[in-house]
T-cell receptor, first 114, second 113 residues
Framework: DSGVTQTPKHLITATGQRVTLRCSPR?????VYWYQQSLDQGLQFLIQ???????AKGNILERFSAQQFPDLHSELNLSSLELGDSALYFC?????????????FGPGTRLTVL | AQTVTQSQPEMSVQEAETVTLSCTYD???????LFWYKQPPSRQMILVIR??????QNATENRFSVNFQKAAKSFSLKISDSQLGDTAMYFC??????????FGQGTRLTINP
């Protein structure tokens, strides 16, 4: 158990819909990362937050947005869903300061868009 | 931009054998970190081993060891005395510290009884 929690575990929805994925980082971790893993592919970085502020953006679609709240949990919002958005979405957290700043991964949310 | 390449999409060995997974990367940075992650069928991402680029000594964790060749930008993972539980996808990843990880496409490793 990494200490990072993600809800829900599975999500099945239809094209055009909007969903919210939730992540609670490990206690004390200030940094949260979101990654997308399409079928049998490597993980692609989406976005990073540090202590409530956006720190870095990857190839995140405009239909996707995220935020980190004062209690440090984070939400990833996916809207106008398309079939190609079906993937495993991982959240990872790290202290955000001390190097090498190991990232701890949550169990992922599997999104299926029908 | 950094890139990570894993040239072996799939590998298969017998239990108790030794297997080496390859990884090459490209970067212009001098201080960075390299990781091997294991993803079993449960899909959980599990850190196997980590290497700091400034350290010349290769990292070792029990049956797992790396061969880090900085000049060649190569970072291979050796699994000794392989076990059935080692069956998983293995991802090589590059990090600069407190920033995103860049992952390779993965190697699917199967350990046969």
């Amino acid at each position: 158990d990494s200490g990072v929690t993600q809800t829900p575990k599975h999500l099945i929805t239809a094209t055009g819909q909007r969903v919210t994925l939730r992540c609670s980082p490990r206690s004390g971790d200030l940094s949260v990362y979101w990654y997308q893993q399409s079928l049998d592919q490597g993980l692609q970085f989406l976005i990073q937050y540090y202590n409530g502020e956006e720190r870095a953006k990857g190839n995140i679609l405009e239909r996707f947005s995220a935020q980190q709240f004062p209690d440090l949990h984070s939400e990833l919002n996916l809207s106008s869903l398309e079939l190609g958005d079906s993937a495993l979405y991982f959240c990872a957290s790290s202290e955000g300061g001390t190097l090498p700043d190991e990232q701890f991964f949550g169990p992922g949310t599997r999104l299926t868009v029908l | 931009a950094q890139t990570v390449t894993q040239s072996q999409p799939e590998m298969s060995v017998q239990e108790a054998e030794t297997v080496t997974l390859s990884c090459t990367y490209d970067t212009s940075e001098s201080n960075y970190y390299l990781f091997w992650y294991k993803q079993p069928p449960s899909r959980q991402m599990i850190l196997v081993i980590r290497q700091e680029a400034y350290k010349q000594q290769n990292a070792t964790e029990n049956r797992f060891s790396v061969n880090f060749q900085k000049a060649a930008k190569s970072f291979s993972l050796k699994i000794s005395d392989s076990q059935l539980g080692d069956t998983a996808m293995y991802f090589c990843a590059f990090g600069l510290g407190a920033q995103k990880l860049v992952f390779g496409q993965g190697t699917r490793l199967t350990i046969n009884p």
